[in-house]
């Protein structure tokens, strides 16, 4: 079957590193996806791996390694405009996308 | 990218009508999708349009309470039909981009059924 799992939420401080891991069972695989969401808006799209490593875009990271099924994004300097869902999702072999329930990240000043 | 327009943006409805959400796009797309998102839950996919043929729905949703159109590349509808309180949720259409199969997201509709 298909599972795909992340922490429920996260506490960081406003400047700090935080990762936000997410691990994914699948029997077909064409990317995984890191999407932001707001309270109350619909998710805005961060990153996109197929191939295994690190994948560097300003003060994100996504970070995909594909034989162990796990992929971590990377927020470094955090703004409180970063409190916010982040949703990973990976896509099948039927190139739909199959979404975890979304980390509830809180930054603290 | 792609810019998606969704109306209406949110609706307060009675139990047992019906509403039909609209999604505009700024460029013709290939994939359309339909989701549902409970406050606080992640995203559930409702079904595939696709231009031309019928929409593809997940298990749990059906034609007949789910009706979708896609007259062309640009434009979906999806139909809330005999509406009770558990279909309250956001509902979102989003559109796929085939390289590097990005999806971009509509503002999304706010539906509550009383």
């Known amino acids: 079957g298909q599972n795909i799992d992340q922490p429920t939420e996260m506490t960081a401080t406003e400047g700090a590193i935080v990762q936000i891991n997410c691990t994914y069972q699948?029997?077909?695989?064409?990317?995984l996806f890191w999407y932001q969401q707001h309270a109350g808006e619909a998710p805005t799209f961060l990153s996109y791996?197929?191939l295994d490593g690190l994948e560097e875009k300003g003060r994100f990271s996504s970070f995909l390694s594909r034989s162990k099924g796990y992929s971590y994004l990377l927020l470094k300097e955090l703004q409180m405009k970063d409190s916010a869902s982040y949703l990973c999702?990976?896509?099948?072999?039927?190139?739909?996308?199959?979404w975890g329930a979304g980390t509830k990240l809180i930054i603290k000043p | 990218s792609a810019v998606i327009s969704q109306k209406p943006s949110r609706d307060i409805c009675q139990r047992g009508t019906s509403l039909t959400i609209q999604c505009q796009v700024d460029s013709q797309v290939t994939m359309m999708f339909w989701y549902r998102q409970q406050p606080g839950q992640s995203l559930t996919l409702i079904a595939t349009?696709?231009?031309?043929?019928?929409?593809?729905?997940e298990s749990g949703f059906v034609i007949d309470k789910f009706p979708i159109s896609r007259p062309n590349l640009t434009f979906s509808t999806l139909t809330v039909s005999n509406m009770s309180p558990e279909d309250s949720s956001i509902y979102l259409c989003?559109?796929?981009?085939?390289?590097?199969?990005?999806?971009?997201f509509g503002p999304g509709t706010r539906l509550t059924v009383t």
């Open positions: 791996n197929v």
């Open positions: 349009a696709n231009q031309g043929s019928e929409a593809t729905y």
């Open positions: 699948t029997s077909g695989f064409n990317g």
């Open positions: 999702a990976h896509m099948d072999s039927n190139y739909q996308l199959i």
């Open positions: 989003s559109v796929g981009i085939v390289e590097p199969y990005e999806q971009y």
